[in-house]
C-alpha cells in the first residue's frame, strides 16, 4: 500500500465517523489556535511597550532620582524616591560640552485640577523648558510650544485629549486655564498658548493627558515648597538627546561621572538608562511572556494529542474485523501501520488547519479592541503559525505510531 492509497483509506474511515472526528479535531483545534493567539497576544504586548519607549523621541538618554535610603529607622523610599536629582544638575550637563549631547531637557513633574469653565480634569504637569520639544520630538498642533522668554510667564501647553475635554468644539489657544493645587488653597490662572499633535498612535499616548508649564514659572511660584530641606529645586528626570551615531554607552559614562562629582557622591544616587536598555529590558520580559503564554497553549495542543491517541486506540479496538481481512489478503504489517498513521495524521492536519484559520481569525479580532479598560495589540508570527502546524503534524504522528504497531498485533 502506497502512503497516498492510506491517506485515501484514513479519509474514508474519518468522514464515515463524522462526529467522533469533528470532536477529536476539536482538542487540536482548540490548541493550535490557543498557541497562536498567545503568541500573538505577547508579542503585541511587546510591540506596545517598544512602541511607547520610542514615542518618547530619538536617541535619549534618561536621567532619574535614586532610590531615598532609610533613615532614623523607617523604611526605605521606592523607587525614583530620593531628591538627587537637581536643576543645576540639568544646566551642568547641557553646559559640560559632552561630545554628542545636542539637548538637555529638565522636567519637575506636579499634579493639579485644571479648570476651564465649568469643566475640570485631573492633570499631570510637567514642568519643563523650550528644549523639550525639540528633544523629545513633539510638535504642536495649533499655538506653539513654550517659547524663550516666556520663562517665567504663567502660559500652558495641552495635551490633545486634555483639549478636547476642557474645551469641547472650542479652539482653547488664548483661553484661560485655572489650575488648582493642594485642595484649591493654591490656585493660578494661565493662558494657553498651544496644544500638543496627538501621540497615541505613536506609542506616547500618556502624553495627550499632560500639559506643560515653563519650570521656572514653576519654581518662581513654589519656592519654598520644591525646594524642601535643599538649596535646589528638585527634578523629576533629565532627558538627554544625542546626535545620530553617538556612542551612547560613553556619554553616559561621561554624564555619570559628572553628576558624581557635582553630588560629592562615590557611587550613583541616580539612575542613568538610553532607550536601547530600555527597550531590551522590555524585549526580555515580553519574550519571556510569550514563551509562557506558548507553553500553556501547548498544554491544550497536547491534550488534544491525547485525545487523538484515546480514538486510535478505540478505532484499532473496533477495526479488528478489517485488520484481520486486510491481513488474509496479504497485507503486510507495514501497510497496517501506515494506514493508522496516516489516519492519524490526516486528523491532526485537518485540526491544525482549521486550528490556524480560528488562531487568525480570533487574534485579528481582539488587535484594537478594549479588553479590561486596556487596548488589545496583537501581533501574528509567521512563525508561531509554522510552528503551531508543525506541533501539531508532530502530535498526529506521535499519536498514532502507537495505536499502528497495536494494529499489527490485532
Known sequence: MSMLDAFRVGLRAIVSNRLRSSLTALGLIIGVSSVIVLIAVGQGTQKGVTDRIRGLGTNLIFVEPGTQAASGGGAAGGARSARTLVLSNADAIAGSGIPGVVGVSPQLTLSAQAIAGTENLQVPIVGTTADYATVRDVEAQSGSFLLPGLETELVIVLGSRVAEQLFPGVD???????????GGRISFQFVVVGVMAPRGGSGGGEADDEVYVPIASLVQRFRALLRGAGSDIPLSRIDIQTAPGTDEEQVKAQVTELLLFLHDASEPDFVIQSQD?????????????????GSIAGISLLVGGIGVMNIMLVSVTERTREIGIRRAVGARASDIVRQFVAEALTLSLAG???????????????????????????????????????????????????????ATAV
Not at 536598555?277 to 503564554?293: G, P
Open 172 to 182: 482653547p489657544v488664548g483661553q484661560d486655564l485655572r489650575l488648582s493645587f493642594s
Open 277 to 293: 536598555d530600555l527597550i531590551s529590558a522590555a524585549t526580555e520580559v515580553s519574550n519571556t511572556l510569550s514563551i509562557l503564554l
Open 352 to 406: 491544525g488547519v482549521a486550528g490556524i484559520a480560528l488562531g487568525i481569525a480570533i487574534a485579528l479580532t481582539l488587535s484594537g479592541r478594549d479588553v479590561g479598560g486596556q487596548e488589545m495589540t496583537t501581533v501574528i508570527r509567521p512563525w508561531s503559525v509554522v510552528a503551531a502546524f508543525a506541533v501539531a503534524g508532530g502530535v498526529g504522528l506521535a499519536s498514532g505510531s502507537y495505536p499502528a504497531y497495536r
